[in-house]
């Protein structure tokens, strides 16, 4: 067990203060956000409106498939994202950053906001709903152009909004509640 929690320090001191000046991760997260951003022409500030058109239930309507809202999906995909360790890390690096350390949040947040409507809509674009009801995104064979993009598919498909989903089905199915997902 020491030795796992020695490795498991190395790695993350290399991942993530290499090269102690700034680290190379944080600066892979920000080109790559700046790159969706400018490549996206700055799709969170331009769909702003419709976006909270959408929240609000503007394109609401109730012949469509499922039981939840634009809001209801919103507020599940954000209690999926946003956790304890992000609440926690928000008021370390407060504490420690002091109010640089809010400035480079919204930075790096506008920035996270382009690189988010990329995974999610590749995740909606190339997603397989199973036999069962459930969505897979990264497993199947129609989808071998994607693989370079299965860590995170992975990641998000084994925690997060999937677990959750996957877990309401199961829940509505022995309740007698119809399906959020066309069969």
Same mark, same amino acid.
């Given at each position: ?22 680290? +190379?991760?944080?600066?892979?997260? @920000?080109? %790559?956000? $700046?790159?969706? !951003? #400018?490549?996206?022409?700055? =799709? ?23 039981? +939840?809202?634009?809001?209801?999906? @919103?507020? %599940?995909? $954000?209690?999926? !994202? #946003?956790?304890?360790?992000? =609440? ?33 809509? $590749? ?61």
């Amino acid at each position: 067990m020491e030795f796992i929690t020695k490795l498991s320090a190395d790695l993350s001191g290399t991942v993530w203060g290499w090269p102690s000046i700034f680290p +190379l991760m944080v600066a892979l997260l @920000l080109v %790559t956000g $700046l790159f969706t !951003t #400018v490549m996206l022409r700055f =799709i969170q500030m331009r769909r702003l409106k419709h976006s909270l058109d959408v929240i609000r239930g503007k394109y609401d309507d109730p012949e469509h498939d499922g039981d +939840l809202s634009h809001f209801q999906a @919103l507020t %599940t995909a $954000l209690s999926a !994202t #946003v956790g304890i360790g992000n =609440i926690a890390g928000v008021a370390t690096a407060l504490h420690y950053g002091g109010p640089g350390a809010l400035f480079w949040m919204w930075v790096t947040a506008i920035f996270g906001m382009g690189l988010k409507y990329a995974e999610c809509t $590749l995740a909606i674009k190339y997603r397989v709903i199973l036999p069962d009801g459930s969505a897979s995104v990264c497993n199947s064979s129609a989808n071998r152009s994607l693989r370079w993009i299965s860590c995170p598919c992975r990641r998000n498909r084994d925690t997060g909004n999937q677990v959750m989903f996957n877990a309401r089905r199961r829940c509505g199915r022995s309740s007698g509640v119809r399906s959020a997902m066309p069969r």
